[in-house]
């Protein structure tokens, strides 16, 4: 059974830092794209960083580049997210994802992704 848990989220001060990580079961990891996205109330899931299978090549949402990285471990069947100098309007849940497809790059539109895991909270806040 395909799983993704997310773990590592919390409440923040603005400028602070967050480790996300995705813990992935139930399928072959380190043939699949994987992505994070996060979701504000109120509004539309959006991206925040894809990584290839390999993990050698990233991809960021504009407001995230220099801020975030994402990076993965295909021995340990993770995806992380680093998430340096927080603002409040980072504040969202956010989901790990993996892509539709195996083998293929990564991609920037959710149709893509075909399973998610429950999300962590990611709240920055003084």
């Known amino acids: 059974q395909l799983q993704l848990v997310e773990s590592g989220g919390g409440l923040v001060q603005p400028g602070g830092s967050l480790r996300l990580s995705c813990a992935a079961s139930?399928?072959?990891?380190?043939?699949?794209?994987m992505s994070w996205y996060r979701q504000a109330p109120g509004k539309e899931r959006e991206l925040v960083a894809a990584?290839?299978?390999?993990?050698?090549?990233?991809h960021y949402a504009d407001s995230m580049k220099g801020r975030f990285t994402i990076s993965r471990d295909n021995a340990k069947n993770t995806v992380y997210l680093q998430m340096n100098n927080l603002k409040p309007e980072d504040t969202a849940v956010y989901y790990c994802?993996?892509?539709?497809?195996?083998?293929?790059?990564?991609?920037?539109?959710?149709?893509?992704?075909?399973?998610w895991g429950q999300g962590t909270q990611v709240t920055v806040s003084s």
């Open positions: 994802a993996k892509r539709r497809v195996r083998g293929l790059g990564y991609s920037s539109m959710i149709k893509e992704y075909d399973s």
């Open positions: 990584i290839t299978s390999t993990g050698g090549i990233t």
């Open positions: 139930g399928f072959t990891f380190s043939s699949y794209a």
